[in-house]
């Protein structure tokens, strides 16, 4: 029997606000990813790279350089212990296998309209602090609010996060003064959680606890492991949680392993490396090139009790560099930076200091298709960068961006006189072998500021040939402490400077080279870039409509910042190079992103048993 067209009409009207209001519904999403769909549905029980049925149990030391003076875990200022992260949970958990891609750890689900104006987490039910307290809407308002104090760096992460509010049952909603912000709901995802209760209380002597001021007392926090014992900027252990509310977790499964994890602190990196030798630490990451050509030619690596093992990553490689500090006068002009540039020889110091392992950095977004493509900017990138094209060198729009090649003794000459036609052209010259600055009489001089010793033999033949051009160059070699001061403040001409990169760049631009940034204490714009040109970019960037744009805006930003010559690249390694003492166990596959030592190891029984010392772990 077929309905009258009237009652049909007045059934339909009723029905179609209900299924709009089903369409309109938010979707609750279990994991997000700026890069296509997540690998992993909602339903998943472990991530591929863990070994599901891995033992707990066992210790592992590593080594830390220098010291620390503070357990807070969002401030910037002092000497953070090393492991903090093992003890504080964040609302999402970043994949060690996926660029840009993360699922739920304490928020079961988070939803987004499609404007991205907001975004709004469920809490679990079971998400809980050391303490036995539940995890609250409340500690994670009170968790945004401190780290944008207490932390410069995150001010500007979140600088569109206009306020936060519980808007549920166990429910809370990020406001945005801004939208179309497409990296803000999983960025929130990466909040650090403080527990509420416990930093607007009093410690054990009843002095009211301060997230703004450094402390050593023992933080509580809700991961899988809290802090065993602390011997002030010596060492610092960790013990794994075996009421750990996550345990159970599909993004834990496998995972966090380990009884017991200890951080020892040593002054110098040559003495750690003993200490590794002589088997009191077990996991070393070699960063020098030489050392992993020459310094592993012992007995308990040629009897197998030491392994070492060269880990593929797949990632964006960071630029890894010399930092001209623009706040000094000699660095102003763009002439006198290509100049720095031209006297660095990596050919020589690939072949004779790095055993021909490493390749150059030749963008800000080594490795993919972030990078600026060998060839004229065209199609969307061109329309952004006309965008700014009175802000930019016009290099940018005609000429293919390279460092200079120094691979024969005529080349470097050759380089060296290109960098003295261009000192020449910004004002200096040499009087009495010193390059001078023609209108004030001030010689050039600068200043590297280390904090490591494998750096020094880098900088003395780079050194020399600044010496050819009148340039005089010192090191000065300081603690990690007064390093760490001083990068906060930016009271330095040279440092070495590492802007990683994730595949989905966005927000932390701000803090590389944002103008806001500059002049901002504790910042990362070691740089000291103040363009507008730049913020727009960075802005075309954080507000892309989808990932074709953030491709183009990126690629022109890259070009901007290598033909502004901020800085004297330095090189890339594909692999991770480790090497560890033979009782740990790995997954059959690592992750992608990282060897994932702490997090998808764990302690073999049987193979610590054949080593020599073993009853002792």
């Not at 009207?13 to 209900?18: F, G, I, M, N, W």
């Not at 690249?569 to 690592?590: C, E, F, M, N």
Request: charged fraction near 25%; hydrophobic fraction near 40%; include cysteine.
């Amino acid at each position: 029997m077929t309905l009258p067209r009237l009652a049909l009409a007045i059934l339909l009207a009723c029905l179609l606000p209900s299924l709009a209001g089903a369409e309109d519904a938010p979707r609750h999403h279990h994991a997000f990813s700026l890069i296509g769909e997540p690998r992993y549905k909602a339903d998943f029980s472990h991530f591929d790279f863990v070994n599901p049925d891995a033992p707990k149990g066992g210790l592992v030391r590593l080594g830390d350089i220098g010291g620390f003076d503070s357990l807070n875990p969002v401030l910037y200022r002092g000497e953070q212990a090393g492991g903090l992260g093992l003890v504080f949970e964040t609302l999402m958990s970043d994949s060690l296998d996926e660029p840009s891609t993360s699922y739920g750890l304490i928020a079961e689900w988070a939803s987004y309209p499609e404007d991205y104006s907001s975004v709004t987490f469920k809490l679990r039910d079971a998400a809980r602090w050391h303490d036995g307290k539940k995890i609250t809407p409340e500690d994670v308002i009170y968790s945004l609010e401190v780290n944008k104090a207490a932390n410069p760096r995150m001010g500007l992460y979140y600088k569109n996060v206009s306020r936060a509010e519980a808007t549920g049952d166990n429910e809370v909603t990020f406001y945005f003064d801004a939208k179309n912000n497409r990296e803000l709901p999983m960025i929130m995802g990466q909040l650090t959680i403080l527990p509420k209760h416990y930093w607007t209380g009093t410690d054990a002597s009843g002095n009211q606890r301060d997230p703004m001021k450094t402390t050593l007392e023992p933080p509580l926090g809700s991961g899988p492991y809290r802090i065993k014992d602390v011997k002030p900027g010596r060492a610092i252990s960790y013990e794994r949680v075996t009421d750990y509310w996550a345990k159970d977790l599909p993004v834990n499964a496998g995972q966090w392993n380990y009884d017991e994890i200890r951080f020892e602190y040593y002054r110098d990196e040559t003495v750690a490396f003993e200490s590794f030798k002589a088997g009191n630490l077990d996991y070393w990451q070699e960063t020098s090139a030489k050392n992993w050509a020459t310094a592993y030619d012992f007995a308990t690596v040629k009897n197998g009790f030491i392994r070492r093992q060269e880990v593929p990553v797949e990632r964006t490689h960071a630029m890894q560099c010399f930092v001209l500090n623009l706040r000094r006068p000699q660095f102003e002009d763009r002439r006198v930076r290509q100049a720095f540039n031209l006297a660095f020889d990596f050919e020589w110091a690939n072949k004779n200091l790095f055993y021909n392992q490493y390749a150059r950095v030749g963008s800000y977004f080594e490795g993919g298709e972030l990078a600026a493509p060998d060839a004229a900017p065209e199609g969307r990138e061109l329309e952004i960068l006309d965008e700014v094209k009175d802000g930019v060198p016009p290099e940018v729009f005609n000429e293919i961006h390279r460092n200079p090649v120094n691979d024969n003794p005529d080349a470097m000459r050759g380089n060296l006189r290109k960098a003295v036609t261009l000192l020449e052209e910004a004002g200096w010259e040499i009087k009495n072998g010193a390059l001078t600055n023609v209108k004030t009489g001030q010689q050039m001089k600068v200043e590297f500021l280390l904090v490591s010793p494998l750096f020094e033999r880098i900088v003395q033949p780079y050194l020399r040939n600044l010496e050819r051009l009148g340039i005089k160059g010192t090191i000065r070699m300081v603690d990690s402490a007064q390093y760490t001061r001083r990068l906060d403040g930016f009271d330095y001409d040279i440092v070495v400077g590492n802007f990683a990169q994730s595949d989905s760049p966005g927000n932390e631009q701000r803090d590389f080279w944002g103008s806001e940034a500059a002049d901002r204490e504790g910042s990362t714009n070691l740089i000291g870039v103040k363009s507008p040109a730049i913020d727009k970019l960075i802005d075309r960037i954080i507000f892309a409509k989808d990932r074709a744009e953030l491709v183009a805006a990126t690629r022109a930003l890259d070009r901007v910042l290598l033909w502004n010559d901020f800085v004297v690249p330095q090189w890339y390694s594909p692999t991770v190079r480790i090497a560890y003492w033979d009782r740990y166990g790995q997954p059959k596959v690592l992750p992608r992103l990282t060897p994932g030592f702490l997090q998808v190891w764990w302690f073999d029984q049987t193979l610590a048993a054949r080593l020599p010392g073993s009853s002792q772990l």
